[in-house]
Nanobody
Framework: QVQLVESGGGVVQTGGSLRLSCACS????????AGWFRQAPGKEREFVAA????????YYAGSVKGRFTISRDNAKNMVYLQMNSLKPEDTAVYYC?????????????????WGRGTQVTVSS
């Protein structure tokens, strides 16, 4: 069974940076679209970024475009989210997810596997 484990969360001041990592247990990790989602207290889960298996297609939510960078290393079964210029509104639990479909999607319900999340807190 596919397992995902996020790491790299923590507390950072406004304007700071964090790098989130997601490790996948599946040998076929390279066949999946990888995405990052986040959920703030009292809000619904929202899409952050996604990347296709070969990194040919990448998509970001407008709220993070230009500040966040998603990347992956299929040889290491890893996906990353580099977060720069962090704002208090970025505070949330961040989840990585995998989608076995062949096209990039921003819909959370289309993703097949999920990690348990890592907390990111941005203080003012």
């Amino acid at each position: 069974q596919v397992q995902l484990v996020e790491s790299g969360g923590g507390v950072v001041q406004t304007g700071g940076s964090l790098r989130l990592s997601c490790a996948c247990s599946d040998r076929a990790f390279g066949n999946y679209i990888a995405g990052w989602f986040r959920q703030a207290p009292g809000k619904e889960r929202e899409f952050v970024a996604a990347i296709t298996w070969n990194s040919n297609s990448i998509y970001y939510a407008g709220s993070v475009k230009g500040r966040f960078t998603i990347s992956r290393d299929n040889a290491k079964n890893m996906v990353y989210l580099q977060m720069n210029s962090l704002k208090p509104e970025d505070t949330a639990v961040y989840y990585c997810a995998l989608d076995f479909h062949d096209t990039l999607t921003t819909y959370d319900y289309e993703y097949d596997f999920w990690g348990r999340g890592t907390q990111v807190t941005v203080s003012s």
